[in-house]
């Protein structure tokens, strides 16, 4: 996919609504620039810059590390851990994504076009992650706190561990769902292949659509009603071993 830069910083890819900026983007070929000199040049910007980088080519670990406001976009594919470790920054990916995608977020928005392989969201403890095609498996495993948001499906053991933050899956979900789970938020709106150890499916009440809604709605998802989903949650009886649960681990 090849964009112009008008185009790549559409206003939905701009991050929180009325902070667009007006400067025109910093175009990086990351082919000719290197990995190393892109990401030290992402990294060294002041959180008012606006990027765009261009022939990724599957790089791994491509704008990783970033801890200001910056906007950045990649037109293309890339590999392991786009974004990892993303504190504040707003990356949007046009194209799939490998392994690992925004793996240990802090704060930020990332947003792939595309689908993404195993771990997207791996331990995030903040932000947002919204991937429009489908996530591989363990698709936020032990999540801490990230909101993940996924158009399509997710794989087997996904949110195994999760400790916190919100989970919605537009389309259907593998294997194990939620496995040892403690107090992330589940919510499906296709089917769902299995529960995991101690997890449940739970009611719906209006703070939940509410809270739904809102994730949908910072998602930039249109045309979802709330009632079309269940809810999925940990039914505590894993948080501290008991012998009488060994069977269940």
């Not at 900026?21 to 040049?41: K, S, Y």
């Amino acid at each position: 996919m090849t964009v112009t830069p008008e185009q790549a910083f559409a206003p939905r890819d701009l991050g929180p609504v009325g902070d667009a900026p007006t400067a025109a983007p910093h175009v990086i070929d990351v082919r000719e620039a290197g990995l190393r000199e892109t990401n030290r040049i992402l990294r060294e910007s002041d959180g008012t810059g606006r990027y765009l980088l261009t022939a990724p080519r599957g790089a791994h670990a491509l704008a990783v590390g970033l801890t200001e406001p910056d906007e950045v976009v990649i037109d293309g594919p890339t590999g392991y851990y786009t974004a990892g470790m993303n504190d504040g920054a707003h990356v949007t990916v046009n194209g799939n994504v490998g392994v690992g995608v925004a793996e240990n977020m802090m704060s930020g928005t990332v947003r792939v076009t595309g689908s993404a392989s195993q771990s997207a969201g791996a331990t995030a403890h903040g932000g947002l992650l919204v991937i429009e095609g489908d996530a591989g498996a363990r698709c936020g495993i032990s999540m801490k706190g990230v909101d993940i948001v996924v158009g399509g499906s997710i794989g087997h053991m996904s949110c195994f561990m999760g400790q916190a933050g919100r989970l919605v899956v537009l389309g259907d979900a593998g294997d194990a769902l939620g496995d040892s789970l403690y107090e992330v938020h589940i919510y499906v709106r296709g089917r769902v292949e299995s529960l995991g150890a101690d997890c449940v499916e739970k009611e719906m009440r209006p703070e939940h659509h509410t809270e739904l809604r809102e994730l949908l709605d910072r998602a930039a998802v249109t045309g979802v009603s709330t009632g079309e989903f269940r809810r999925y949650g940990s039914a505590r009886t894993l948080y501290t071993f008991d012998v009488d649960n060994a069977s269940a681990y």
